[in-house]
Structures are given as structure tokens and as C-alpha cells.
């Protein structure tokens, strides 16, 4: 099974996980209708047996299918299939990615902007703490969380609570968004990098070099994202076995 050897334009190809490998399955089926419009998805326990996976790695890939619009899961029913896609914009939370990313645009990079200007020792120093502690995580649910808490504390800097407001309004979506990209694009690394160099123009009060730190980080976002549902699975119908990932 192939997702792609690569999500991220520009990075090394790296080898895809369990969970990939299970959503491009599942995805290319949908793409090519074998499971139609309104069908029904096989149990989880079928599922898992058939691809040989663990139950967490299956429900991350059903949540991943949910997210792009492809499926809805209906309780105590099953997982049906919505669409067949292609994906043109996939919702987190309350909040579809397009007008998520639009919305960070207009407020995130002139926030950093202010950031820069107005920011505090006590700012600084809870930033750098704070990468740190990302840059030696390992965990993906732990590191997401932190993300959240990185684009909470950027704002808090630019000493304008309206700011803050409208970041934790979009908390949720950040967090969901930060998982899937992470899971399927794995920006960890480039993340960490990208929230280097918004710290370090923090640091250095450079209003432009803030604003700019944070409009690349927010164009790897949005490049990132369209890689991942814009990709063809022209072999989705190979499975996680016969020495493919397992969980």
C-alpha cells in the first residue's frame, strides 16, 4: 500500500504508518466505488481482522475519513459512506479547514507582529520552555497539545486579551487539525523548526521577521494539507499485510 512516500513537498520520503496505510486502503476503495454512496463500512472487528491492524489504528483512520467528509459515523449503527470524493476541504471540529486557515491568516501573522513589539521576559521565556518540552516530545497527542498552547502563548505576548480570545475560540479545530496533519503529513519536525524561527524573531523584536516566520509556518500548513487530500491512491487495494505495516 502506497499513501505516498512523501506528504510534504520538499522533505526527505519517509515510510509511511499503520494508520496510513489502513485510510489510503479505505480511501481508494471509497474513490473507486467499492463501498458506494450510503454503504455501509464492514464492522471494526472485521475490518481489523481483514487488514490485520489494532482497533486504536482502524478508528484513527475512520476518524481521518470523517474528517475529510468521505464518511459519518452514526451511533450504535455503524461508519456509512458520505462521498467518493475528491476531497476539496476537510472539516475540524466546528470549522472547515478553508475558512480555519483564512481566519489565521488575518489574525495569527499580525499577532506576531505585536508579539514581537510588545512581548515580556516572563513571554519569552514561557515560549522557550514550552519549545523545548515539543522539540523532545515524542508523543503525538502530547506534542498537539502543546502546539495549541504555542499559538495561545504568541498571542497572550501581543498583550491584547481580544487576541487570546479568538485563538482559544479556535482552539478545538487548531488541536484537530494539528493531529492530522501530524498523522498524515508528519510535520512534527518542520513544525518544531517553523516555531524556532517565530521565537527567535520574538526574541530578537523583530516585528517583520515575526510576521514572516508566521506566514511560512501557515503556508506549510495549508501545503501540507492539500498534499494529503489531494492524493491519489491508485493502489489502495493492496492491505497492510504481507510485510506491510502492522499495528
Known amino acids: 500500500m502506497n499513501l505516498s512516500d512523501s506528504q510534504t513537498a520538499g522533505s526527505v520520503p519517509r515510510r509511511i504508518s499503520a494508520m496510513e496505510a489502513v485510510l489510503g486502503h479505505l480511501r481508494g476503495a471509497i474513490e473507486r ?4 454512496v450510503g454503504d455501509k463500512l464492514p464492522s471494526e472487528a472485521e475490518l481489523c481482522r481483514r487488514l490485520e491492524v489494532s482497533r486504536p489504528v482502524l478508528r484513527e483512520a475512520l476518524r481521518a475519513l470523517q474528517t475529510m467528509g468521505l464518511t459519518v459515523s452514526r451511533t450504535g449503527k455503524g461508519t456509512f459512506v458520505l462521498s467518493n470524493g475528491p476531497v476539496e476541504d476537510p472539516t475540524f471540529g466546528d470549522y472547515a479547514a478553508s475558512d480555519l486557515l483564512e481566519v489565521r491568516r488575518h489574525v495569527e501573522i499580525p499577532v506576531a507582529g505585536y508579539a514581537a513589539a510588545r512581548r515580556t521576559p516572563e513571554d519569552l521565556d514561557h515560549l522557550a520552555h514550552l519549545l523545548e518540552r515539543m522539540e523532545r516530545e515524542t508523543d503525538t497527542t502530547a506534542w498537539v497539545a502543546m502546539d495549541t498552547l504555542f499559538h495561545l502563548a504568541v ?3 501581543a498583550q491584547n486579551p481580544v487576541f487570546r480570545r479568538v485563538i482559544e475560540e479556535i482552539r478545538d479545530a487548531l488541536a484537530r487539525q494539528s493531529a492530522f496533519l501530524n498523522e ?59 510485510g506491510g505495516p502492522k499495528a
Open 33 to 36: 466505488g467499492e463501498y458506494a
Open 155 to 157: 498571542a497572550q505576548a
Open 184 to 242: 498524515l503529513g508528519g510535520r512534527r519536525e518542520q513544525s518544531n523548526r517553523e516555531h524556532r524561527a517565530i521565537v527567535e524573531a520574538l526574541v530578537d523584536g523583530s516585528a517583520h521577521d515575526a510576521t514572516e516566520a508566521m506566514a511560512h509556518h501557515l503556508d506549510r500548513v495549508e501545503t501540507t494539507l492539500t498534499a494529503i487530500v489531494r492524493s491519489e491512491h491508485t493502489d489502495g487495494a493492496d492491505t497492510p499485510t504481507e
